[in-house]
């Protein structure tokens, strides 16, 4: 079974940046699409970014974080990437990565196995 694993969170002031990494034990070829999901707290997981094998021409935003959030990946270290950039407040919630199906902006994904997240917390 595919392992993920995220890193990259922390604490940052309202502008600030972070790029999380997404670690696949296996092919990333045999997980995609592939999708971030965030779950702030005391609300529900939703997906806010997806790509496909096709790369970064195919992928897809939710709008609250279109033009701000950069999904990526790198084949050869099967490693999925979300830059994150003029965070906001409300960007704050735990961050994970997972098969993006459905292939649809705030599901919560269809997955019965989650890693432990990355937590990113935007505050002054």
């Known amino acids: 079974q595919v392992q993920l694993v995220e890193s990259g969170g922390g604490n940052v002031q309202p502008g600030g940046s972070l790029r999380l990494s997404c670690e696949i034990s296996?092919?990333?070829?045999?997980?995609?699409?592939m999708g971030w999901y965030r779950q702030p707290p005391g609300k529900q997981r939703e997906l806010v970014a997806g790509?496909?094998?096709?790369?970064?021409?195919?992928?897809i935003y939710a709008d609250s974080v279109k033009g701000r959030f950069t999904i990526s990946a790198d084949n050869a270290k099967n490693t999925v990437y979300l830059q994150l950039n003029s965070l906001e407040p409300e960007d704050t919630a735990t961050y994970y990565c997972?098969?993006?199906?459905?292939?649809?902006?705030?599901?919560?994904?269809?997955?019965?196995?989650w890693g432990q997240g990355t937590q990113v917390t935007v505050s002054s």
């Open positions: 790509i496909t094998s096709a790369g970064s021409a195919s992928a």
């Open positions: 997972n098969r993006a199906l459905p292939w649809l902006i705030g599901s919560p994904g269809a997955s019965s196995s």
């Open positions: 296996g092919s990333i070829f045999s997980v995609y699409p």
